[in-house]
């Protein structure tokens, strides 16, 4: 006879010891709860600038793994980026400022017109990619390049990429900029 295992302990303990948070489905949508978050505050602080400095509002594009912020010949992107699998673990978030026109205003050209005016293409003007980290809801934070780098929460994040962009405004020349 075989003796009996408590399997309530035995899976508790396991469980702990080699899945971490990261790993977990819940940590699935707190990924995009926190994804979310960022978005809010970064188009919450484009828009409140932008009303501060009277330019124009900025122009956002969203979906759940990205979001984009042109504020007139700037931009900023943020994008989730899977790596095989949709765990937190595995996924990168990168962050560009640029210097250009990324969300067109969605004015409506005919296909065939004649000559159109071309956009110069955007340069990039800052780049940086984070990694998440977290045992819990409560304790996520973004880590810049490895999981060693002190960590800031996605208000913070949001606050350092409008740092970033409104640097890239500032360094844009006076004719580039439409108030």
């Given at each position: 006879m075989i003796p009996s295992v408590s399997l309530e302990s035995t899976t508790a303990r396991d469980?702990?010891?080699?899945?971490?948070?990261?790993?977990?489905?819940?940590?699935?949508?707190?990924c995009t709860r926190e994804l979310a978050r960022l978005s809010d505050a970064l188009t919450a602080a484009a828009t409140v600038f932008a009303r501060e400095q009277g330019y124009e509002p900025p122009t956002t594009r969203r979906a759940p793994d990205r979001c984009i912020v042109?504020?007139?010949?700037?931009?900023?992107t943020a994008a989730?980026?899977?790596?095989?699998?949709?765990?937190?673990?595995?996924?990168?978030?990168?962050?560009?400022?640029?210097?250009?026109?990324?969300?067109?205003?969605?004015?409506?050209?005919?296909?065939?017109?004649?000559?159109?005016?071309?956009?110069?293409?955007p340069v990039e003007v800052w780049e940086s990619t984070f990694v998440a980290s977290a045992a819990?809801?409560?304790?996520?934070?973004?880590?810049?390049?490895?999981?060693?780098?002190?960590?800031?929460s996605s208000i913070d994040l949001a606050a350092l990429c409008m740092a970033q962009l409104r640097q890239a405004l500032a360094d844009t020349p006076p004719q580039a900029i439409a108030v």
């Open positions: 469980t702990s010891s080699s899945l971490s948070f990261l790993s977990s489905h819940r940590a699935v949508s707190v042109q504020l007139g010949p700037v931009a900023l989730w980026l899977r790596n095989g699998s949709d765990s937190p673990v595995a996924g990168e978030l990168m962050t560009i400022v640029w210097r250009g026109i990324i969300a067109p205003r969605g004015d409506h050209l005919p296909e065939r017109l004649g000559a159109r005016y071309v956009p110069t293409p819990s809801e409560a304790t996520w934070q973004w880590h810049e390049d490895d999981r060693e780098q002190p960590g800031i």
